[in-house]
């Protein structure tokens, strides 16, 4: 691994103990040796974040939400006012009063970043009640569902042929379903108001695991319905003639919840060798762990004209964007419908519901030029990408706890950190995102552990829908880092891509594929061992 080539420390805690010499000099009596446990060199880090790294989160509701500390003046006056327009909530257009605000939709999930990401972190996972089998994701979901078209055979060398593997958009729809939308979104809007392009229904099925010495835990994982598409109102995939394009057996399905957006700015400063130093696709250590890298396109190289606009992906469930920039834009246009200098065009322009809509409402909009495009200006743009660019990381709490201290030398002895890599040195200079960096990102030492790439996490966490270079079993690593404040900032978040683990402990056991041998190692620890983990895990 490239933060420390097969270090000492981590040879040590595969060993768990190592055997110490105590009788002495020249004493050959005999004496009893003393084992000497090796703990690895992250035990006792605290600032996570480098010098970006806040001090004042600790059982704070707003955790995630402190600017970098070593901002200038002038940056943190421009992340303040990005903060102030991350959680701007924006309106049908036209609206006079606030003209800045409108062009919500017409179709789309929330209105506004902050309902994805709340108050920085995850959404809450939504629950059902007690006499609720399945529940409809409405204005309070901030979870959604990623579409495509099967492709006949996996796309494996992305080309401009074919559109560099990005997913198949399914017809009439695109990859990304917005289950709502402004009043007349609909044609049959008078049966449908507010109702995006389908309704999406959430229900879970339920299975327990059951440890070696007896203590049980129960995992659910979430099923989703999608009905009433606006191609074919009413219909569902149990109609006796499916006619809907949404609808048909082709068309790949996956869920995904907001993630937290603090630290970013360093993970994109993480210099690409860094990262491509783990590759190891074909498993040539033996260890049961591979980890690919996505190259996926890149707006922001194609808008600048570049003739490969590939890069790097880094953000995402399956790494599928290259820079928070890319990220932060696609989203405010996709998730929110709000078009920006980076996507100038409506994620559903051309599509049968799109026309229709222009057609019936006369729709004029109020963006910035003749055409009523972008929406939202370059200012306002570059405000929430340097927002999310320079949130702070908060630091690690009790360290000096015994359980928590115990915690990392079992993470190495279980291979966790075969995937989730603790250490990256930030790069010195150039762009993230095509624009300079900012000072205070450059040559930082930051533990995130995540190695960035993708790995196979076994079919009981595979959505099967392929996205760039990942194919339907793998998923980039979690970044960890601030993972123990997640439900102190959102007591209801759940962890994983589709929030279906309730606890860390959950999360874990979830765990298959190339980390099947750790979750089948963490199961044999005892009940205090396993503890430990977790202990260490909320420290972060």
Not at 196 to 216: I, K, P, W
Not at 245 to 261: A, E, K, T, Y
Not at 330 to 343: K, M, Q, S, V, Y
Not at 454 to 480: I, V
Request: aromatic residues 8%; hydrophobic residues 35%; negative net charge.
């Amino acid at each position: 691994m490239n933060y420390l080539s097969t270090p000492p420390y981590f040879l040590l805690a595969l060993m768990g103990l190592t055997l110490t010499a105590c009788g002495g000099s020249g004493d050959d009596s005999g004496a009893p040796t003393t084992p000497t446990v090796s703990y690895p060199s992250y035990t006792d880090v605290i600032a996570l974040g480098g010098d970006t790294t806040t001090f004042d989160a600790s059982n704070s509701g707003h955790g995630f939400s402190t600017p970098s500390l070593n901002l200038t003046e002038d940056e943190l006056a421009l992340h303040l006012e990005g903060d102030a327009n991350f959680e701007a909530s924006f309106t049908t257009a036209p609206n006079s009063e606030h003209p800045e605000l409108d062009g919500l939709g017409p179709v789309f999930n929330n209105a506004d970043c902050n309902s994805c990401h709340q108050r920085d972190g995850r959404n809450s996972t939504p629950f059902l009640a007690a006499d609720q089998t399945r529940v409809k994701l409405d204005s309070s979901a901030g979870i959604f569902l990623r579409i495509s078209k099967a492709s006949d055979q996996p796309c494996t060398v992305g080309t401009a042929d074919n559109q560099y593997c990005a997913p198949i958009k399914v017809p009439d729809f695109g990859d990304q379903l917005f289950h709502r939308g402004v009043l007349k979104a609909r044609a049959d809007w008078q049966n449908n108001a507010f109702v995006g392009q389908a309704d999406v229904y959430l229900s879970y099925e339920r299975h327990d695991v059951t440890y070696a010495d007896g203590v049980v835990v129960s995992l659910k994982k979430p099923i989703f319905e999608v009905e009433n598409p606006y191609d074919a109102p009413g219909e569902t995939k149990q109609s006796a003639n499916v006619t809907s394009n949404l609808l048909q057996d082709d068309v790949l399905m996956g869920w995904r919840n907001g993630m937290p957006v603090f630290g970013l700015g360093l993970l994109e400063a993480i210099p690409e060798a860094s990262i491509l130093a783990n590759v190891d696709a074909e498993d040539s250590n033996n260890d049961g762990i591979s980890g690919r890298a996505n190259w996926v396109f890149d707006a922001v190289k194609a808008q600048q004209g570049d003739e490969n606009p590939v890069s790097l992906g880094r953000f995402g469930w399956k790494a599928n964007t290259p820079s928070v920039r890319v990220q932060s834009l696609g989203a405010l246009r996709g998730d929110i419908g709000i078009t920006n200098p980076l996507f100038p065009d409506e994620s559903v322009a051309g599509t049968s519901l799109h026309d229709s809509y222009l057609t019936r409402t006369g729709f004029i909009d109020t963006g910035e030029d003749a055409n009523g495009e972008p929406e939202a200006s370059a200012a306002f743009s570059d405000s929430v990408v340097f927002y999310a660019e320079t949130l702070a990381v908060p630091a690690r709490r009790n360290v000096d706890d015994s359980d928590v201290r115990e915690g990392p030398r079992l993470f190495e002895q279980l291979n966790c950190s075969g995937c989730h890599t603790p250490s990256f040195v930030t790069k010195t200079s150039g762009d993230i995102g095509g624009l300079p960096m900012s000072d205070s990102l450059k040559g930082q030492t930051i533990y995130p552990f995540s190695d960035m790439l993708l790995h196979d996490m076994g079919e009981g966490l595979a959505d099967g829908r392929p996205d760039f270079l990942a194919d339907g079993n793998e998923w980039r690593t979690r970044p960890l880092w601030g993972i123990g404040l997640t439900q102190t900032v959102n007591p209801q978040a759940g962890f994983l891509h589709d929030g279906r683990a309730a606890t860390l402990e959950e999360a874990i056991l979830w765990h298959g594929g190339e980390a099947q041998q750790s979750t089948d190692d963490f199961m044999a620890l005892s009940q205090d061992e396993r503890n430990q983990v977790i202990v260490f895990l909320r420290s972060l």
